[in-house]
């Protein structure tokens, strides 16, 4: 594998032309060897136009999908019926079918050797996922976990789809998030990185008012206008973000997923509401109980969903009896809940 000098990193486009031509405008993005798209590139106002734009780059852009690329793609060939996201809808819609047909080929990590940085992974999310979540402040063993099933000799792993630039080292490999080109969180401007042979986090500064305005005109989605004025000026603060997220991430206290003998906790009160429900004894009060579990677990992510799954089919193992119950509950929740996108 051939060495890189430079190699820039724009990630969570998001849809947003003015946000991305204030990127590639970048004297150093232009004369990057290579341009590392990491993702979520199109889930927003105006998809077929920044897909275009990028296209015209040629060979040096390097595209990954992200979650929401892969759900307008699943959105458009009838695989599935609806998208949490508000946006999404409207950008499945306005992606051409030329276009649906290049972001089906998309890889969901690739590798690059970068000078002063070795082997560098680049990925949406984490490299077994395109949607799970880690933060800056994941713990320790959260880290050990989304890293577990990579290659010795990658030593960096780039990731965005959180929104919120930062670098940290874990378990001896350093883990860069660029933050987002088109709806960044904490702080206004499109964030991006330059690798090589440092890290370099970088915002590029527009014009936020104007970009709105050509927003309102190009972008026919009906709630543009708020949207835009929500996501450009960066409303939402780091902290919220954070706070919102962190649960993602299954940090102690607020984990949906925290291990084997909560999980058999909430099965067995789950076996009691059912039988409640069941000899019809304060039915009303057990189906809510119930209900409100399986909104819980409905917003588990892909990894946590992983992760519960393993546990039922542990605890299913361990107790034939009732072995069909246990692994029915995964098909009886809905899907993921509609806020906390990234
Ligand atoms: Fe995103």
């Known amino acids: 594998m051939d060495e890189l000098d430079r ?47 990028l296209r015209a780059q040629g060979d040096r852009v390097l595209w990954i999908s992200g979650n929401a690329d892969r759900e307008l793609v699943e959105y458009r060939r009838g695989e599935r019926t609806e998208i949490p996201d508000p946006i999404a809808p409207y950008a499945a819609t306005a992606l051409r079918a030329d276009q649906i047909d290049f ?40 880290w050990a976990e989304v890293l577990a099933d990579l290659a ?21 490999r350093l883990i860069i998030n660029p ?21 370099d986090l970088r915002v590029t500064p527009y014009d936020i008012p104007t970009a709105m305005t050509r927003l309102v005109h190009e972008s026919a989605y009906p709630e543009i206008a708020d949207w835009a004025d929500y996501f450009l000026n960066a409303r939402a603060s780091d902290t919220e973000a954070l706070e919102t997220f962190g649960p993602r991430d299954g940090r102690r206290g607020e984990a949906v997923v925290e291990g084997d003998e909560v999980v058999r906790a909430l099965l ?68 993921p809940h509609g806020r906390d996108r990234a």
Request: negative net charge; hydrophobic residues 40%; contains cysteine.
């Open 179 to 199: 933050g987002s080109v088109g709806m960044p969180y904490g702080r206004t401007g499109a964030h991006w990185c330059l690798l090589g042979p440092g890290t």
């Open 7 to 53: 190699v820039a990193v724009l990630s969570d486009i998001h849809g947003v032309l003015p946000a991305l031509e204030a990127v590639l405008a970048e004297p150093e993005v232009a004369a990057a060897d290579r341009v590392v798209l990491t993702g979520d590139i199109t889930a927003g106002p105006q998809p077929a136009e920044v897909v275009d734009l």
């Open 268 to 335: 067995a009160a789950m076996a009691t509401l059912d039988d409640l429900v069941e000899v019809g004894h304060d039915s009303h009060s057990a189906l809510s109980t119930l209900e409100e579990i399986a909104h819980e677990l409905g917003r588990m992510d892909s990894g946590e969903r992983r992760r519960f799954n393993e546990v039922l089919e542990r605890i299913a193992a361990e107790e034939p009896g009732r072995a069909a119950w246990i692994r029915g509950i995964p098909h009886a929740l809905g899907g």
């Open 152 to 172: 010795e000799d990658i030593r960096t792993v780039v990731c965005g789809h959180t929104h919120m630039p930062y670098v940290r080292l874990a378990h001896g």
């Open 103 to 142: 972001l089906v080929t998309l890889p969901k990590t690739l590798t690059l050797s970068v000078r002063g940085l070795g082997k560098v992974l680049f990925c949406h999310a984490t490299p077994r996922d395109d949607e799970e979540v880690v933060l800056v402040d994941s713990r320790p063993s959260r």
